[in-house]
């Protein structure tokens, strides 16, 4: 009778070691492979090679031209859209370029106006981004996107 | 002899609660984990912006390059400088077409350091154009401030 008991006794405890060696083994990898994302999203530019696209000769279709210009440490230095100088200040450039295109939805068959943005060499390429953001819209009260101008391009490149 | 076997074994502790905490930590982890974390680079930080968001879909065939503070481009783990970025375009190129695609469905996503020169992307992007691309996606890092 005593021997029976012995054996069941026996059957009921579970080994645990090994499983908690892996378990261990596993949160140690999760731990060293864990970093912290930062979100990340994408302005899109079509730009398909000049000459062989569809462009237009229709005069009123010209796009805005954002003139960046850089001193030598690739700091801006002073703004222009279509010949409007703007000096430094992004949100002066955001009101112009609402003034000038306004806030409407674009036709249905309209891309909405262009823009393209011609910037020194040696400018920081923060600075372009935050060119983009100004020009291609902003965020409302209720933090809604409003969307401004959607087709960006780039002038050639100066050296 | 009746007593003493009832006597308490002190060397074998109650282990449930600390494999509960356990598996919530591994499952917190697992949950997080991003292996997407692969198409990033630790030598670009990217420029922020308060309008960009994370795509609800990711860009068909994806050619990234990152570019480093000094130029440097790096596309597939193989280092390139504008000169020399035909070549490993090229290479993705031949990948597209024999999927039967062709480089006008191609996004090459631009992964620049906030403190590169603008011109070196526009260089990049002019490079890229030669090779039939047309459509670039502008990396930037969510700005929620």
């Known amino acids: 009778m005593r021997m029976r008991h012995e054996v069941e006794h026996e059957k009921n405890e579970l080994n645990m070691t090994s499983m908690i060696d892996i378990v261990f083994l596993l949160l140690v990898f999760f731990v060293m492979t864990f970093k912290i994302v930062e979100m990340e999203g994408d302005?899109?530019?079509?730009?398909?090679?000049?000459?062989?696209?569809?462009?237009?000769?229709?005069?009123?279709?010209?796009?805005?031209?954002?003139?960046?210009?850089?001193?030598?440490?690739?700091?801006?230095?002073?703004?222009?859209l279509n010949?409007?100088?703007l000096g430094t200040d992004f949100t002066k450039l955001r009101a112009n370029v609402i003034g000038l295109v306004g806030t409407d939805e674009p036709a249905e068959d309209d891309d909405g106006p262009e823009i393209e943005i011609?910037?020194?060499?040696?400018?920081?390429?923060?600075?372009?981004?935050?060119?983009?953001?100004?020009?291609?819209?902003?965020r409302d009260d209720t933090d809604q996107v409003v969307k401004l101008i959607e087709k960006i391009k780039f002038a050639k490149p100066r050296r | 002899m009746k007593v003493k076997s009832k006597k308490p074994n002190l060397a074998e502790g109650d282990l449930t609660p600390m494999i509960d905490m356990t598996f919530q930590l591994i499952a917190f982890f697992?949950?997080?984990?991003?292996?997407?974390?692969?198409?990033?680079?630790?030598?670009?930080?990217?420029?922020s912006s308060q309008l960009v968001k994370p795509p609800e879909k990711p860009l068909e065939f994806p050619i990234i390059l990152h570019v480093a503070k000094d130029?440097?481009?790096?596309?597939g783990g193989d280092s390139y400088t504008t000169e020399t970025l035909s070549t490993g375009l090229r290479r993705e190129l031949a990948v597209l077409r024999a999927e039967k695609k062709s480089p006008k469905d191609a996004n090459v996503i631009i992964r620049g350091h906030q403190d590169?020169?603008?011109?070196?992307?526009?260089?990049?992007?002019?490079?890229?154009q030669?090779?039939?691309l047309e459509q670039f996606a502008l990396r930037a890092k969510e700005d929620r401030s």
């Open chain 1, 83 to 85: 010949e409007i100088n």
């Open chain 2, 116 to 128: 590169v020169a603008a011109g070196q992307v526009q260089e990049i992007i002019r490079v890229a």
């Open chain 1, 118 to 138: 011609d910037t020194d060499y040696n400018l920081r390429y923060a600075y372009v981004i935050q060119a983009i953001t100004s020009v291609s819209g902003y």
């Open chain 1, 43 to 80: 302005f899109t530019v079509r730009m398909p090679l000049a000459g062989d696209s569809n462009a237009t000769s229709d005069v009123t279709d010209l796009p805005l031209k954002l003139r960046l210009r850089a001193d030598n440490d690739g700091k801006l230095t002073s703004m222009s």
């Open chain 2, 130 to 132: 030669d090779q039939q």
């Open chain 2, 71 to 75: 130029g440097e481009i790096i596309l």
């Open chain 2, 30 to 47: 697992m949950v997080l984990i991003n292996f997407s974390q692969t198409e990033s680079n630790e030598r670009v930080v990217l420029p």
